[in-house]
């Protein structure tokens, strides 16, 4: 796992800058503390920093073929790479290392672009063709890997992270406004678009071709829903033998490997797999709380542990260690995401570090198998709709109506998804008609602002991939959905941005691709039926999970940030959020959030709207600054 930058400048006599080069790739030290590389070739410049994973002696980058005429600077793992490698052997190119990243190189120089294709794995790496003079940008089919990127009139910039590009003094931080508005919207920022002007994110499963000044982007890869129809056994059969082989893949390392443990089925099934792939005892790392607020995980990481026999370590953390964190938050994930878990990901990646420099996650396995409840709602209360008829009443109607039906709670309590449509769900504000921003939208955006916001902008790639979904099935829909915005854009994105802040490489054997479509063609009544989520899965996993694991309701990392918004951390966001810089910022009235931050004190509603403001803010405090982009150290609140 490593990181990589550089940049191409459209005038051929216009060299790029060796110090340049290496400032840009210092801001992503972190990503590659192990080694760093660089290549200068008039216009184009490629820099890399790397962490040590396979092949540790011979793995320098930037790497070339053997005529020095095509380049690459790589960030992830290709688990196929030997098969690939004997291929290109067979065919008579010649290697110089054992490295994937090699690889990468031939394959490029057999089938040009297409060798995206065969590649199996997570990736984002650069390519320059001398001959061609043409560079190119990949990024893995559900980005698991980030790439980002900046277009002029005169050169390209790209790289791991934000802050290489920022490096560039002809790249300036400034605020695109309506992407605040897209934010606070999802609490994500879906899309190609980031909250920064001119600087843009590579798509997951696109690559990118620029040559003579032009860029084209293209499309390799979309997740397919096709059911076929088969046996539950055979179902089950294929699932196990499926993850056997992805884990046995992403357990291939020169480092040890261990284990992102919640307690939860996804990860125990990741330790039930990689126990039995390794002569090594494992080490399992979790966090949890002693909290009313958030179950504690780790009774069940326990559980799992010591099941599958790990060396299992644990740790909390306080509403002070959230805190100290919060700017530097900012700074790592460079682009506002609202995800208390994330930091609680920061903290135990940390402690992982001590002891190893890979760790597997069962991340990906709600959206691969359809495991969130949401599913299973929006499903139930889509499907009472159908048998009530259109409803004249009230939500209170709606809600009496699936307790008399189903006399269940769990399903009641989705009541609300009746008064509006399947897309409105998706386009509404994250948390739903009851949330802060939606029942004070109108008075929330100061008047200059709320010109400057466009309902329209703010849900596009929502309703883009919303139009691509039709016609697959609910359950399907909403998982092709979460699959090309939530997943990339949130989940995958703290992940990588928060285990790289500890140069610890993050792999998620739940998103291999033939995982992805091997679920994607499974009928929907193996993944949600009745009240069960994530069906096939549980029932294949059933004699690998432990029972009590197996039946616990879905957690995750919980965080209490609740609590500590309105308690511990109750001046901090007084302070940050009625500071007159803040205020000064001209996006809210002030009179809104301080009606918001009365409610959430004397209720705790409105937590994630908090704590939604509260990294905004701390973002433009990170990069909106003299000295933004250039330095982790805290950022002064």
Not at 52 to 71: C, F, K, M, R, Y
Request: net charge negative; proline share 5%.
């Amino acid at each position: 796992m490593c990181g990589i930058c550089g940049k191409l400048n459209f005038e051929r006599e216009k060299p790029v800058s060796g110090g340049l080069l290496k400032r840009m790739a210092d801001t992503i030290a972190h990503r590659g503390p192990d080694d760093e590389g660089y290549y200068l070739s008039g216009p184009v410049g490629l820099g890399f920093r790397r962490l040590s994973i396979i092949d540790l002696a011979t793995g320098h980058q930037p790497l070339s073929n053997e005529d020095g005429t095509v380049w690459i600077v790589f960030n992830g793992e290709i688990y196929n790479f030997e098969e690939l490698r004997d291929d290109l052997l067979a065919r008579g190119h010649i290697f110089r290392t054992r490295t994937d990243t090699e690889v990468i190189v031939h394959l490029y120089e057999e089938f040009g672009p297409a060798c995206v294709d065969r590649l199996r794995g997570m990736f984002g790496f650069a390519i320059w063709d001398e001959r061609q003079q043409t560079l190119m940008l990949a990024r893995d089919r559900v980005g698991i890997k980030p790439v980002y990127y900046s277009i002029g009139a005169d050169s390209v910039v790209f790289g791991s992270e934000i802050k290489a590009i920022l490096a560039d003094p002809e790249i300036g931080a400034r605020v695109r406004p309506e992407v605040v508005d897209r934010f606070l919207t999802f609490y994500f920022v879906p899309g190609e678009d980031t909250l920064f002007e001119n600087i843009f994110k590579l798509r997951p499963g696109s690559y990118m071709i620029v040559r003579e000044g032009n860029a084209e982007i293209h499309q390799y890869w979309d997740l397919a829903f096709n059911p076929t129809p088969r046996s539950i056994a055979d179902a089950e059969n294929e699932l196990l033998e499926l993850l056997d082989e992805s884990v046995r893949l992403h357990m291939i390392s020169d480092v040890p490997v261990g284990i992102l443990l919640s307690g939860g089925v996804d990860s125990t099934a990741m330790v039930s797999f990689a126990s039995s792939r390794t002569d090594r005892t494992l080490g399992s790392f979790t966090l949890g709380f002693e909290s009313a607020e958030v179950p504690d995980e780790r009774p069940y990481a326990r559980i799992a542990a010591q099941r599958y026999g790990t060396d299992h370590h644990e740790m909390s953390i306080s509403a002070g260690d959230f805190k100290d964190f919060l700017p530097q938050y900012a700074w790592y994930m460079e682009e506002p995401v609202c995800e208390a878990p994330a930091i609680a990901l920061y903290y135990i990646t940390k402690l992982a570090r001590e002891s190893v420099k890979v760790l597997i996650s069962g991340e990906g396995g709600d959206e691969a198998f359809a495991g969130y409840q949401t599913y299973r709602g929006v499903l139930w209360a889509e499907r009472l709709k159908s048998a009530l008829g259109p409803l004249k009443g009230s939500v209170s109607f709606a809600a009496g109506a699936a307790n008399r039906l189903l006399k269940n709670q769990r399903i009641a309590k989705y009541a609300p998804l009746f008064a509006r449509s399947f897309e409105g769900y998706y386009y509404s504000r994250s948390s739903g008609p009851d949330s802060f921003f939606n029942q004070n939208h109108n008075t929330l955006y100061s008047s200059d602002f709320a010109n400057l916001s466009d309902e329209g902008f703010a849900t596009r790639p929502m309703r883009d991939v919303m139009a691509s979904s039709r016609g697959v099935g609910l359950v399907n829909r909403m998982l092709y959905v979460d699959t090309k915005t939530s997943l990339p854009d949130d989940l995958l994105l703290k992940a990588d941005k928060m285990t790289m802040a500890n140069s610890i490489e993050l792999r998620v054997p739940f998103l291999d691709h033939k995982l992805l479509e091997f679920a994607a063609s499974l009928p929907e009544n193996l993944k949600v039926r009745g009240l069960t989520t994530k069906y096939l899965a549980k029932r294949a996993l059933s004699s690998r999970i432990p029972e009590p694991i197996l039946k616990r309701r879905k957690a995750g990392f919980p965080v209490p940030f609740g609590a500590w918004l309105r308690t511990d951390l109750k001046e901090f966001v007084h302070e940050v959020l009625l500071d007159r810089t803040t205020i000064e910022r001209g996006y809210f009235n002030t009179a809104c959030i301080e009606r918001l931050l009365r409610a959430n004190a004397e209720s705790g509603l409105y937590a994630k709207e908090v704590l939604s403001l509260l990294t905004l803010e701390l973002w433009h405090r990170a990069f909106l600054t003299s000295n933004a982009g250039v330095s982790p150290e805290p950022v002064q609140v």
